[in-house]
């Protein structure tokens, strides 16, 4: 070969893919999703324990578990079952949006 096609092959041999890194993934990306997914599953869970806590708040405030024959105190597996607002959205809203316990 000639000096000039030394040089050319050597400028275009730095522009070669490595073929050691072609299939190399990005632990980057991966970390940020698996990041996504765990705050995600975070979230849901702690919507799911307001509800059911709001559910059973607002039950016991309006007095839709009281135990039949103990009078004044709490039926507790009326209390796992019951549904005191029509929608779970209902709760999670009021749960959410009322942190602070009312003045009175």
């Known amino acids: 070969m000639s000096d ?10 730095g522009s ?3 073929e050691e890194d072609l ?11 698996s990041l996504v997914v765990v705050l995600c599953s975070v979230v849901v ?11 059973q708040r607002y039950a016991l405030i309006t007095k839709q578990c009281a135990d039949p024959v103990f009078k004044g105190e709490v039926d ?7 549904s ?7 709760h ?4 959410i ?6 003045e009175k």
Not at 76 to 82: E, I
Not at 84 to 90: A, D, I, L, V
Not at 97 to 102: E, I, K, S, V, Y
């Open 23 to 33: 299939f190399e993934r990005n632990w980057i990306n991966q970390l940020a999703w």
């Open 76 to 82: 507790t597996r009326c209390m796992q079952v019951v």
């Open 45 to 55: 869970w702690l919507s799911i324990a307001i509800v059911n806590a709001e559910n």
């Open 92 to 95: 999670l809203w009021y749960g």
């Open 84 to 90: 005191s607002r029509p929608h779970w959205w209902e």
């Open 4 to 13: 000039p096609e030394e040089k050319i092959i050597k400028i275009y041999d």
């Open 97 to 102: 949006t009322h942190l602070r316990p009312a």
């Open 16 to 18: 070669r893919p490595v």
